[in-house]
């Protein structure tokens, strides 16, 4: 019977405490990527509106959802409003695999329709009210 290794697989496996790390390093990831770039960065994270930071840069805007991933492997878990907001011409996803390694640290990019295109979204819970 083969072990599963929990920090080789995507996100959502760790402790809490870790996991937090881990998405601080990835929203610190992609905020670098973009200040570096000329352009600014605001963080909606406390808005919930289905993605992470407000990028723009000239007249460019990019709503831009980041998903940090402890191991190697792009899988990680998307809120159904995560995926309502894919439907936005200036959503953008970015999973950081590694984030806790300078070294190994790698985003990956995926505008909207790419999303849709490239992952296999499954349900992983249930809303559950009970009936009157």
Same mark, same amino acid.
């Given at each position: 019977? +083969? @072990?599963?290794?929990?920090?080789?697989?995507?996100?959502?496996?760790?402790?809490?405490?870790?996991?937090?790390? %881990? @998405?601080?390093?990835?929203?610190? *990831? $992609?905020? #670098?990527?973009? +200040?570096?770039?000329? #352009?600014? $960065?605001?963080? %909606?994270?406390?808005?919930?509106?289905?993605?992470?930071?407000? *990028?723009?840069?000239?007249l460019q805007e990019e709503h831009v959802e980041v998903k940090g991933i402890q191991g190697? %492997?792009?899988?990680?878990?998307?809120?159904?409003?995560? %995926?309502?907001?894919?439907?936005?011409?200036?959503? $953008?996803?970015?999973?950081?695999?590694?984030?806790?390694?300078?070294?190994?640290?790698?985003?990956?990019?995926?505008?909207?329709?790419?999303? +849709?295109?490239?992952?296999?979204?499954?349900?992983?819970?249930?809303?559950? $009210?009970?009936? +009157?």
């Amino acid at each position: 019977k +083969k @072990e599963i290794v929990y920090e080789s697989l995507g996100a959502g496996f760790g402790d809490s405490k870790t996991n937090r790390e %881990v @998405e601080q390093a990835a929203i610190n *990831c $992609v905020t #670098g990527h973009y +200040k570096n770039r000329g #352009g600014s $960065v605001k963080s %909606v994270e406390s808005e919930k509106c289905g993605y992470d930071l407000l *990028c723009t840069k000239d007249l460019q805007e990019e709503h831009v959802e980041v998903k940090g991933i402890q191991g190697e %492997v792009v899988a990680f878990i998307i809120t159904a409003n995560e %995926v309502k907001q894919s439907a936005n011409e200036n959503f $953008v996803l970015c999973a950081v695999t590694s984030a806790l390694s300078e070294e190994k640290r790698q985003p990956h990019w995926f505008r909207a329709k790419e999303l +849709k295109d490239q992952f296999t979204l499954e349900p992983i819970s249930y809303n559950a $009210v009970l009936r +009157k």
